[in-house]
């Protein structure tokens, strides 16, 4: 878990030092102040798999999520990922996978203009799980401290009720999508306890409505 925490470092840093340029044109609107958006990655970037994605072929993006992280990025949003990568900790994949994994995901929203400022992993396996992985909320912790960010100025997407809990447990604002899990965790009811929950078909139509100031 060390390692993969100062593997995380690298990229924070590298995303701070871009967000200074930019701290001006951050502008606020009514579903979330737009400071910061974080994302889970599987089943709202990136196609779902049962298995998981263990190769960068096997990473597939959903139409249309690359193009919204670009429109983030021009808007000066800053985006980091929180994702859980339990095949770590069963050993299916190791960390030089995952960064295999993860500069395809870079490569395919920089194609559309997008960046990623932070990508933040948990290896944890389930039976062995600490806060940070999700439903924990040290992910997004990390994630918040690092950028100088309020929990209650940023805004979690996720696919499923993990990602509304981890959210919820921290104070970030929330958004369901129905790509990968979401709509199955719709369907099934959101608690509650996690509301208010905005959904959205996908993430395309979650970053429209961000940038036109949905309430």
Not at 75 to 104: C, F, W, Y
Not at 136 to 153: K, N, W
Request: with cysteine; aromatic share 2%; net charge positive.
């Amino acid at each position: 878990m060390r390692a993969a925490r100062r593997a995380d470092r690298g990229c924070l840093d590298r995303a701070l030092d871009r967000r200074r340029g930019t701290r001006g044109r951050t502008r606020v609107e009514t579903l979330v102040s737009r400071r910061f958006v974080l994302l889970d990655r599987d089943g709202t970037l990136n196609e779902d798999r049962p298995d998981s994605v263990k190769t960068p072929d096997e990473l597939v993006m959903i139409p249309g999520a690359a193009e919204a992280v670009a429109r983030l990025t021009g808007a000066g949003v800053p985006v980091a990922v929180v994702t859980n990568q339990a095949n770590i900790g069963r050993g299916v994949i190791d960390e030089a996978m995952l960064s295999r994994i993860h500069d395809k995901l870079r490569r395919e929203i920089a194609r559309s203009g997008g960046r990623l400022d932070a990508i933040l992993f948990c290896p944890d396996h389930p039976e062995r799980a600490t806060e940070r992985r999700k439903p924990g909320s040290g992910m997004l912790r990390e994630a918040l401290e690092s950028f100088g960010v309020e929990p209650g100025d940023a805004l979690l997407i996720g696919d499923s009720l993990k990602d509304l809990e981890a959210g919820a447990r921290l104070g970030c604002r929330r958004a369901l999508v129905r790509t990968g899990k979401g709509r199955a965790t719709e369907r099934e009811g959101v608690p509650p306890s996690l509301a208010p929950v905005a959904v959205y078909d996908d993430l395309a139509a979650a970053v429209e409505a961000i940038l036109e100031g949905a309430p």
